[in-house]
């Protein structure tokens, strides 16, 4: 079993910044790709950026140039640095952890006001 603990989610304007957490614990296997999802309301979930253990990274192209996904092995966490957000941005954000097994947090909202 594999534990992650999101954090870091909230309210902010259009054009500002927040920079989610997502702690892993348990059962880590060595190779392991880790990743942030989003879903907003009426939509269906979406793949928003991920970074393998060995940091090769991979993002949707609406937040390339915007976003930054980076992981700490040491910590089993993962963060995704968001600037210049924008209201389409607005979404619970899930992260995923992808090893023998893939686990999914709990997921935490993010809120972009125009």
């Known amino acids: 079993q594999v534990q992650l603990v999101e954090s870091g989610g909230g309210l902010v304007q259009a054009g500002g910044s927040l920079k989610l957490s997502c702690a892993a614990s348990g059962s880590i296997f060595g190779f392991n790709v880790r990743s942030w999802y989003r879903q907003a309301p009426g939509k269906q979930r979406e793949l928003v950026a991920l970074i393998t253990s060995t940091g090769i990274t991979n993002y949707a192209d609406s937040v390339k140039g915007r976003f930054t996904i980076s992981r700490d092995n040491a910590k089993e966490t993962v963060y995704l640095q968001m600037n210049s957000l924008e209201p389409e941005d607005t979404a619970v954000y899930f992260c995923?952890?992808?090893?023998?097994?893939?686990?999914w947090g709990q997921g935490t909202q993010v809120t972009v006001s125009s």
């Open positions: 995923k952890y992808s090893g023998l097994k893939n686990y």
